[in-house]
Each structure stands twice: as C-alpha cells, then as structure tokens.
C-alpha cells in the first residue's frame, strides 16, 4: 500500500519561509517522478513543482519560480519543497504526489498517488 505523508506546514507571515516534506513508502521511490499541488478554498487543484526519479529535471509553476525549490532524498524516500518569499497567495493545502514513472510532468492527472495535503497558511 503506497503512502504518502506530508509534513511542515503550518503558519508564517509574508516573505517567511517553510520547507514542506513528504515520506514516501510502499513504492519504489528511487524511480517515481515526485510532484507537489496545491488547492486554495474555492479554486481547483494546481501543479506547483514536480521532480524526475534522479532529481536531475525539475519542473516549476510560473507563479513561485525563483521562490520554491523541490528536491528529493532517494535514501530517505522523501521529497521536500522549500518555499521561500511566501506570500499571502500562497495559502493552500499541499500535496504530495508520486508516479509510477521516472519522468516528472505538470498535469495532475499524470500522478497515481496521493498523500492527504498539509495546511500552509501565510498571514500578510
């Protein structure tokens, strides 16, 4: 059984900063591209960073390039999202997600696990 855990978030003020982790077991971590999502109240879910199996290729949403980092521990099948800059825009719930191949992609519908999200709430 695939599990997906999140963990870091929490609240900050603007321009604070947050590392978000997410524990991955029951799949072969080393070989699944990694993403995180996030859903904002009343807005659909959208691609923030997604990760390939070496971490060698990343991938970003336009809105936080420059701002969070995704990388990934394949010793400690844990992938983490640092978030910097944060602003008020950047409340949501964030997820983990994991594919069952090695290339990391943007659409949501490409991920075949879900971890149950993590609160970051940024206060102005």
């Known amino acids: 059984q695939v599990q997906l855990v999140e963990s870091g978030g929490g609240l900050v003020q603007a321009g604070g900063s947050v590392r978000l982790s997410c524990a991955a077991s029951?799949?072969?971590?080393?070989?699944?591209?990694m993403g995180w999502f996030r859903q904002a109240p009343g807005k659909d879910r959208e691609f923030v960073a997604s990760?390939?199996?070496?971490?060698?290729?990343?991938y970003n949403a336009e809105s936080v390039n420059g701002r969070f980092t995704i990388s990934r521990d394949n010793g400690k099948n844990t992938v983490y999202l640092q978030m910097n800059s944060l602003k008020p825009e950047d409340t949501a719930v964030y997820y983990c997600?994991?594919?069952?191949?090695?290339?990391?992609?943007?659409?949501?519908?490409?991920?075949?696990?879900w971890g149950q999200g993590t609160q970051v709430t940024v206060s102005s």
């Open positions: 029951g799949l072969t971590f080393s070989t699944s591209a």
């Open positions: 990760v390939s199996w070496s971490g060698s290729t990343t």
């Open positions: 997600a994991a594919r069952r191949f090695r290339t990391a992609t943007m659409p949501s519908p490409e991920y075949d696990y």
